[in-house]
């Protein structure tokens, strides 16, 4: 059977409603601090496909995988570099085991944690390790691929193009930002919402957005700035269930499934076409959000 690509469903539907959070989620499972998530595709993969599945139960029109950190720098932590395709196929073949006929896999990629403004990493290192990521994501049976919670926006560039480049796949490129005392939203390295967006779409991607660092209200005007830079171009926002209060030692997201459902249809009304969650949510959030879009 041949899948609707992403931008074909996009353009039937309008409106995709994607999944939420995997962190909290794997950890609600029992991941322990200082334990690989991306491990969990080879020794726990039972609990992943099982989080990827809620999430199509849920009303998900597309997952993503356990993959956030499957980059050899970030995996080089815990001492599985070289296990890196292994992890990032199989992190794939489960959301993809997941999805069904129905479901489109949109394999997460996130960021290294090495800038190359500091000179510990070249353009070129960054590129190899992109594409060994992506290519494996791309065997595992993703239908896309999507490069977040960026912050510097050269990173970004070269993740997309070691997407573009290495896989036929369509590529989504989402940035966090945070609100400064000026009122702006503004990414760590001070990049403001519609100059990312432009450089990543530039580079090749064919949906921006935001994810992370905020919940759905705030995801209004970001989604409102990248809208007026790129007016075509689809946006893709993940919100967080709010902004997390520490209680007891554990991060605790205070915005209930009714409260993001209730604010869903105006982050679509900014712009947004694919919309899910971040940090804090679950499938209850996510099938809230589509009784509220999905009519």
Known sequence: MIRESLLSRLQRQGILVSDGAWGTFLQKKGLRPGECPELWCLERPQE????????????????????FGGSSFKLEHYGLADRAAEINRAAAELSRQAAGDDALVIASVGPTGIL????????EQLY??????????????????????????EEAEIAVRAACENTSLPVLCTFSFELTVKGEYRTMMG????????????????????NCGNGMERMIPIVREIRAALPGVPILVHANAGMPKLVDGVDVFSDS???????????VAAGASIVGGCCGTTPEHIAAIRQALVR
């Open 128 to 153: 190899e390790a992109f594409k060994e990521q992506v290519v494996a994501l791309a065997a595992g049976g993703a239908d896309a691929i999507c490069i977040e919670t960026m912050q510097d926006v």
């Open 191 to 210: 990049v403001g919402p519609a100059e990312a967006a432009k450089a990543v779409h530039a580079a090749g991607a064919s949906v921006v957005g935001t």
């Open 257 to 267: 499934p009714a409260d993001m459902a209730r604010l869903a249809p105006e982050v």
């Open 48 to 67: 992943v496909l099982a989080i990827a599945s809620s999430y199509v139960a849920a009303g998900a029109d597309v997952i993503e995988t356990n993959s």
């Open 116 to 123: 190359l403004l500091m000179g510990d990493v070249t353009g």
